[in-house]
């Protein structure tokens, strides 16, 4: 079994607790918690609790660790492990801009450790299948890739007050998964959002962003935050052969479909990662059309 400690159990810390539970292969036993309510309700449920890093590198005893704090922590929480020379699984965007991820790719070469950023799409059965006929040509020319992510609902004002925006807390999910699937990073990026009119929140409700790929197909990603009843993942792909509009979560069963592709990454991460994993690189270049994004509208 596969050792994980756990930095950050907030909403995502917890859904990967959930999805790792019906793992055979990985398992979190340690967790860096500071809040003192959760930190207590998890020592209960049967985890060792450390209130800071430091803790769970002086007394936990893993095989990786599993980085699922608040974006803006992550390069200093990587920082912090990196000493350790264990492999971590990031959460996705791995910093708040480029340069963060690109000082975190600085510090993975310097202490030698490999590192997975959590784009967990890439990790859905559909979406495998989608990347394989794609590559054996069975769309032809491609000519647009939609992604869509609408949310039940947003999260807190102080975690989209410090999230950097629609973008860059959501979209990158869109921006990594056409890049994925096509095999290009986009060249191009224009865009329109709408702000959200909840007092105190200082981020976008929705947003419409176009990609151009280098080969000239378009990418799509549409986001939002008030979806009815349950996230919605969806993913449209029109070449000039072929069609196809995949809704990958959707309603009740998108929960399980979440779980499953988190409990594989997981997995592949501790295996030693696959090719289909999100590498630093990719994560960089994900921030790097967000930054493209930021420069062309100001
Ligand atoms: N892949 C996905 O689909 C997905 C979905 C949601 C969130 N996320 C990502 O997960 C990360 C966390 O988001 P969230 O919504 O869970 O945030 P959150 O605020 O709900 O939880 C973060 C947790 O980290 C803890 N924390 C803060 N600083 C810490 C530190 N220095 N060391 C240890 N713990 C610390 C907080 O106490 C909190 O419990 C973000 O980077 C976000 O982008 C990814």
Redesign the pocket.
Known sequence: MFRIGL???????QTHLTALSSSTTVTVTDI????SE?AAALTAEGYTVHSS?DGLLERGDVDGFLV????G??VD?IRQLAPAGLPILS???CGLTADDALAVAAIAQKSGIRLQI?Y?RRFVPAMLELKKDIESGRFGRLLLVHASQWDYRP?GAE?RNS?GGILT?MGV?EIDVIHWLTGEAPSGISGTAMMSTTPGVVDEDAAVFTLTLPSGTLGIATLGRFYPEADFVGIEVMGEEDHVRLNILEGDAGGAIQMAALRDQAESFAAGGTVHGATIDDAVAALRVVALYTENSS
């Open positions: 930095v950050g159990a907030g909403r995502m810390g860096v918690e500071p809040r959760v890093i699922a704090t608040p974006s922590f992550h929480v959460e996705k965007p959590g967990w999260p975690f999230s807390d999910h």
